[in-house]
């Protein structure tokens, strides 16, 4: 079946320390690939996005993530996470089934920052 | 500028009565997505417009559900005889050009709990 799995509910991470969260796909090719943040009480903010080419994607506030199509992953990371980073993470995928073509989201990764 | 506005941002419905959710959209942006998000849940797809058009209702959980566009802006998601299982965030978002791959921007979504 088609779908986008994030393995971490929730992670905590001490202020300054680096970040990963997991995202893997199950798709018969490759997808378009995004990682999303959504605050509290806010609207899901694009970080960056995969389409093709360079499988290592800079993104917004400090952010990258790293394709490995052997994997099917699509890892986000941050060397030095702030205090502000504190929120929900999604990871979607764009996928086509039977000519309808959609997102479909990760069940999300809650990453909270301790001091 | 403006982004992606919904509206009400919290509604409270009893069980059996009919609700209107309201998107307004970026201006001039071609594509609309409705999604619904449980608690702990990622958004999950359920309708998409191309313009005025309806081009996909795939994820629309049943026929108490309606969307439309019919100017090609503001759309409207009705759920009518609502249930206790209708209760979740409902996210809005639109893109510049057409389909699923293009960046979505989000709104902040409806929250909707049914009594």
């Known amino acids: 079946a088609q779908s986008v799995t994030q393995p971490d509910i929730h992670i905590t991470v001490s202020e300054g320390a680096s970040l990963e969260l997991r995202c893997n796909y199950s798709?018969?090719?490759?997808?378009?690939l995004f990682w999303y943040v959504q605050s509290p009480g806010q609207g899901l903010q694009l970080l960056l996005k995969?389409?093709?080419?360079?499988?290592l994607v800079q993104g917004i506030k400090g952010f990258e993530a790293e394709f490995k199509r052997s994997q099917s992953s699509f890892n986000l990371r941050k060397p030095s996470v702030h205090w502000s980073d504190a929120a929900e993470y999604f990871c979607?995928?764009?996928?086509?089934?039977?000519?309808?073509?959609?997102?479909?989201f990760g069940t999300g990764t809650r990453l909270t920052i301790i001091p | 500028g403006a982004g992606v506005s919904q509206s009400p941002r919290y509604k409270v419905a009893k069980r059996g009565q009919d609700v209107a959710l309201r998107c307004d959209p970026i201006?001039?942006?071609?594509?609309l997505f409705w999604y619904q998000q449980a608690l702990g849940q990622g958004p999950e797809f359920l309708t998409y417009?191309?313009?005025?058009?309806?081009?996909?209702k795939s994820g629309l959980p049943s026929d108490r559900f309606f969307a439309e566009r019919p100017e090609g802006s503001v759309s409207t998601l009705k759920i009518q005889r609502t249930q206790q299982e209708d209760s979740a965030v409902y996210l809005c978002?639109?893109?510049?050009?057409?389909?699923?791959?293009?960046?979505?921007?989000f709104g902040p979504g409806t929250r909707l709990l049914v009594l």
């Open positions: 978002a639109s893109s510049r050009g057409q389909g699923a791959r293009e960046t979505q921007y």
């Open positions: 798709y018969g090719a490759t997808p378009y």
């Open positions: 995969y389409f093709s080419g360079d499988t």
């Open positions: 979607a995928a764009h996928l086509v089934n039977f000519g309808n073509e959609k997102l479909t």
């Open positions: 201006s001039g942006h071609v594509s």
């Open positions: 417009f191309q313009n005025e058009a309806q081009l996909d």
